[in-house]
C-alpha cells in the first residue's frame, strides 16, 4: 500500500515518468528519491505499470471508437445535406429546361425562351438543335 501512495505522490511531482518502462521507473525511485523496492514491491510495480498500459490503450482505443463513429454521423448528415442541395439545384435545372422546350416547341423566338427560362441563349439553341427545333 506505501508503494501506491508513495508512487501517487511521485506520480503527481514527475507527470513525464509515467512514459517509462517499469524497470526506468524503478532506477527514478531509487536514483532521484532514494526508494529501494523489494522484489515484490518492484512485481507490484510492473503489474501497475502493465495494468496503467492497459487502461491507457482500451481508452485509446474507445476514443478512437467514439471519434470514427461521430465523424461517420456527422459525414453522413453533411453528405444528406449536400444531396438535398444538390437535388434542388438539379430540379430546378430540369424545371427550367422543360419549361423552355415547351416555348421552343410553341414557336418562341430563342432570344425570349431565354429570357423567360432564365437560361443563356446558347443553352437555348443546345436545346433546340438536341429536340430538332432548329
Known amino acids: 500500500m506505501w508503494i501506491v501512495q508513495k508512487n501517487k505522490i511521485w506520480y503527481n511531482e514527475a507527470k513525464w515518468v509515467s512514459s517509462k518502462n517499469a524497470s526506468e521507473k524503478i532506477t527514478t525511485l531509487h536514483n532521484d528519491f532514494g526508494i529501494?523496492?523489494?522484489?515484490?514491491g518492484e512485481g507490484d510495480l510492473a503489474v501497475m505499470c502493465n495494468l496503467g498500459e492497459g487502461i491507457y490503450e482500451d481508452g485509446l482505443m474507445k476514443g478512437k471508437q467514439e471519434g470514427w463513429e461521430k465523424g461517420r454521423k456527422e459525414g453522413r448528415k453533411e453528405g444528406r445535406k449536400e444531396g438535398r442541395k444538390e437535388g434542388k439545384e438539379e430540379g430546378r435545372r430540369e424545371g427550367k429546361l422543360e419549361f423552355a422546350l415547351e416555348l421552343l416547341k410553341d414557336g418562341m423566338?430563342?432570344?425570349?425562351?431565354?429570357?423567360?427560362?432564365?437560361?443563356?441563349?446558347?443553352m437555348i439553341e443546345k436545346l433546340a438543335k438536341q429536340n430538332k427545333l432548329i
Request: charged share 30%; net charge neutral.
Open 109 to 122: 423566338a430563342l432570344e425570349k425562351v431565354a429570357k423567360y427560362s432564365k437560361l443563356s441563349l446558347s
Open 36 to 40: 529501494d523496492l523489494t522484489q515484490e
